[in-house]
């Protein structure tokens, strides 16, 4: 009699060690999964984070820039330091390849209702897993023409 109940209670000592064991185990698989979805939201956010920054870096690089009177507008590219900017990216496209990384900047152009697309800067991976594609309004100055037109600058960020 003594040694079915030793025996009885050896067995709900096991039981509830092992029911402890299974929350437990339970309780680090929910808090891995939960660990897994901070780091990629927090991933997410830090290429967004770095989407929007080449972005904001593009919109003011000096070898677009506008400067009327010794002014710098802000969302206005200068037509000639664009097309300057085109041939220094065929001498050196290392340089702004390393800066600008794996992005296509183009811009679109309203001429009298006419629309021009050119294409800046390309720089493509072989293989991406995604395109991020923004679209900034921007004025365009011709300083030859001393003419103002309305644009689109596209940007295509691959990752």
């Known amino acids: 009699m003594k040694n079915n109940k030793a025996q009885i209670?050896?067995?709900q000592t096991v039981v509830v060690l092992l029911l402890v064991f299974v929350v437990l185990f339970i309780g680090f698989i929910f808090a891995m999964t939960q660990e897994k979805r901070a780091t990629q939201r927090q991933l997410q956010q830090l290429l967004v984070l770095t989407e929007q920054k080449k972005s904001q870096s593009i919109n003011y690089l000096t070898e677009f820039n506008c400067i009327i009177d010794n002014v710098i507008i802000k969302d206005c590219f200068d037509k000639l330091s664009i097309e300057s900017f085109k041939v220094r990216v065929?001498?050196?496209n290392l340089y702004y390849g390393?800066?600008?990384?794996?992005?296509?900047?183009?811009?679109?152009e309203n001429i009298d209702g006419e629309l021009s697309r050119n294409i800046i800067f390309e720089n493509k991976k072989e293989v991406f897993e995604t395109i991020k594609q923004y679209q900034l309004p921007i004025s365009l100055y011709d300083p030859i023409k001393n003419i103002k037109n309305n644009g689109v600058l596209y940007l295509e960020i691959y990752n």
């Open 90 to 92: 065929k001498e050196d």
């Open 9 to 11: 209670q050896i067995m």
């Open 98 to 108: 390393s800066v600008l990384g794996t992005i296509k900047i183009e811009i679109e």
